[in-house]
């Protein structure tokens, strides 16, 4: 583990609490039609693949037990560099599925790896 990580690891795990709060008690339905909700979930979103990133290049070992870690950045790619391609139904899929399995294994890493320092 790099020292970085851990920081890197808390800014990921935030972002994604953030991202299931924004959308606590929302349907799919509503979530669709709430551009603001939308937008707020995104940037979210870039947050937790940017820090996933992060480590991916600086902490391959620590990248490698984050499942899923190369889609988690790919969908972060999107948002940011094909911002006109953004699948609203997928992010939604995302915030179902993927974030809810993500939350837990990031806080395992954490109480691992201990507090930030940096």
């Not at 820090?51 to 070992?61: H, K, P, Q, T």
């Amino acid at each position: 583990m790099r020292p970085e990580t851990p920081a890197h690891l808390w800014d990921a795990l935030r972002a994604a609490e953030k991202a299931r709060a924004i959308v606590d008690g929302l349907t799919r339905d509503g979530y669709l039609a709430d551009w603001i909700r939308q937008a707020a979930v995104e940037r979210q979103l870039e947050i937790i693949g940017e820090a996933l990133n992060r480590i991916r290049r600086d902490d391959v070992e620590s990248a490698n037990r984050v499942p899923q870690v190369h889609a988690i950045v790919a969908t972060r790619n999107v948002i940011v560099h094909r911002y006109d391609d953004v699948d609203h139904v997928r992010v939604w899929a995302v915030l179902e599925h993927d974030i809810p399995t993500l939350i837990p294994v990031l806080e395992s890493l954490l109480a691992e790896y201990g507090p930030p320092t940096v």
